[in-house]
Nanobody, 118 residues
Framework: QVQFVESGGGLVQPGGSLRLSCAAS????????MSWYRKAPGKERELVAG????????NYADSVKGRFTISRDNAKNMVYLQMNGLEPEDTAVYFC???????????WGQGTQVTVSS
């Protein structure tokens, strides 16, 4: 079945960096765009970044442009999110899913918590 396992979150000071990883399985990874989402307390889940199947195209939420970079490794069925210049507003649980601007699957992994605080 479809599985997403996110990792790499943690507590970081404002201005710091983190690299999130997502291991995907149960579908043809290389044939699917992949995206990162986040959900902060009291807020709706929002799309953070997406990457096309061959990593030719990427899209980013305006709030993270220039600070976050999404990448993928089709040989390993992995998608990554490099986050630099972290701000307290980036505090959320981060999830990955297949799809470009909307999730392909109803299943969500546990996510990885990112907390930005001094």
């Amino acid at each position: 079945q479809v599985q997403f396992v996110e990792s790499g979150g943690g507590l970081v000071q404002p201005g710091g960096s983190l690299r999130l990883s997502c291991a995907a399985s149960g579908f043809t990874f290389s044939s699917n765009a992949m995206s990162w989402y986040r959900k902060a307390p009291g807020k709706e889940r929002e799309l953070v970044a997406g990457i096309s199947t061959a990593a030719i195209s990427r899209n980013y939420a305006d709030s993270v442009k220039g600070r976050f970079t999404i990448s993928r490794d089709n040989a390993k069925n992995m998608v990554y999110l490099q986050m630099n210049g972290l701000e307290p507003e980036d505090t959320a649980v981060y999830f990955c899913n297949a799809g470009w601007r909307s999730p392909n699957y109803d299943y969500w992994g546990q996510g990885t918590q990112v907390t930005v605080s001094s």
